[in-house]
């Protein structure tokens, strides 16, 4: 990926800050290697994620959501679209 939706890296390597931002990729890259998912789909998605920073919080307020909370955001979103994981945001089923 490329522009705001590429992979931090430094020295060419992938740049994890924590273990669940670790998890989120391998389970993100995983689930679209079996076919669950578009790559390009997700991609979409997650400039999306990104481009509504934007909008509200500036990139250097402490509290914006990192790139892996994007990467998060992204991936439910996609999954939930697909049937494959509930979406968190739509109101229960009476």
Same mark, same amino acid.
């Given at each position: 990926? =490329?522009?705001? %939706? ?7 390597? &992938?740049?994890? !800050?924590?273990? #669940?931002? +670790? ?6 890259? /995983? ?6 998912? @578009? #790559? @390009? ?6 400039? %999306?994620?990104? @481009? ?5 919080? =500036?990139?250097?307020?402490? %509290?914006?959501?990192? *790139? *892996? =909370? !994007? #990467? ?6 996609? &999954? /939930?679209? +697909?049937?494959?994981?509930? @979406? ?7």
């Amino acid at each position: 990926m =490329e522009g705001m %939706a590429a992979l931090p890296r430094r020295s060419g390597e &992938l740049v994890f !800050h924590d273990a #669940w931002e +670790r998890r989120a990729f391998a389970i993100a890259v /995983a689930l679209c290697e079996r076919g669950l998912y @578009d #790559w @390009d789909v997700f991609r979409a998605q997650l400039i %999306a994620e990104i @481009d509504q920073l934007g909008a509200g919080r =500036e990139a250097s307020d402490p %509290a914006a959501p990192g *790139y *892996y =909370e !994007h #990467w998060l955001a992204s991936l439910e979103k996609v &999954l /939930a679209r +697909r049937g494959i994981a509930p @979406d968190e945001d739509a109101p229960p089923d009476d």
